[in-house]
């Protein structure tokens, strides 16, 4: 997932930037956008003025920085700091809903993975679905109000995947994804970078700043839950990433999630 080689025609563009000005120059302290995304769709790099959560309703997107990458699966939404360049590709069909803050109401400091709550999904979507001429202003305000007040109340799950500067690394943890495996040792990894342990877990951790096994531990995550959210069996999940059973699958993703897997997918 290479996000920042993205095709960028005349057309594109065009487009991309009279989208950030309407963004930009909304007048309401919360702007409301939703719309709907292709499998495979992928956004040019930008940033934003304002903050923004940006909530998947249905489906799975990936945002990506330079340096880090956020998977938001259903029920769930990244908050964007106001000025972080980023940009996204869609892992299935995706119905999104985004809210841009005023970056004075909303100041966030970095970006962060939550669970959207029912009342912040309901009031996203009053906000989306009314257009103007608003019949009560009033009422739409005590939304706005209400909603901002449940943003910075919403739960940060484990979601946000570190990705290394050095290309070599960094090519190494693509394809870690691509093809995930639980059992992947440190002893592998070093001799592939032609380096000894110790000099790879320094490094490793120089790069990402956490350890190898709790990047591996969260990759494994990563990569399971878009073929969880498209109704891949758990049994397969687990298998297909390399642990020897269910149940060492289902104590990670407890540990990490805080619920298992199944509970998980009828939550969804």
Not at 107 to 134: C, G, I
Not at 156 to 169: A, K, M, Q, S, T
Not at 178 to 198: E, F, G, K, N, Y
Not at 217 to 243: E, K, N
Request: aromatic content about 8%.
């Amino acid at each position: 997932m290479r996000f920042l080689d993205l095709p960028q025609s005349d057309a594109d563009l065009d487009e991309h930037h009279q989208s950030l000005s309407r963004i930009d120059a909304a007048q309401e302290p919360l702007y409301a956008v939703g719309r709907s995304y292709r499998q495979g769709e992928r956004s040019l790099l930008h940033s934003h003025r304002k903050t923004q959560l940006w909530h998947a309703r249905r489906g799975v997107v990936v945002v990506g920085t330079s340096d880090r990458r956020w998977m938001i699966p259903p029920g769930h939404g990244l908050i964007i700091p106001a000025g972080l360049e980023h940009a996204s590709e869609t892992m299935s069909p995706v119905e999104m809903l985004s809210i841009y803050v005023d970056a004075q109401l909303a100041l966030v400091e970095r970006p962060k993975v939550v669970n959207v709550t029912t009342l912040a999904a309901n009031l996203m979507d009053e906000l989306v679905r009314e257009t103007p001429p608003f019949p009560n202003p009033r009422r739409r305000e005590l939304v706005m109000d209400l909603l901002l007040d449940e943003m910075q109340q919403l739960p940060e799950v484990p979601l946000g995947l570190p990705f290394p500067n050095d290309p070599r690394l960094a090519d190494a943890c693509r394809a870690f994804l691509q093809a995930p495996r639980a059992v992947a040792s440190i002893d592998d990894w070093a001799a592939t970078l032609a380096m000894s342990r110790r000099s790879f877990t320094r490094f490793f951790r120089a790069q990402t700043g956490v350890s190898f096994v709790t990047w591996r531990q969260q990759a494994c995550l990563f990569a399971s839950l878009p073929r969880l959210a498209a109704g891949h069996s758990i049994t397969s999940v687990a298998l297909d990433a390399g642990y020897e059973n269910i149940a060492a699958f289902t104590t990670m993703f407890r540990r990490m999630m805080g619920t298992a897997p199944r509970q998980y997918l009828l939550s969804r």
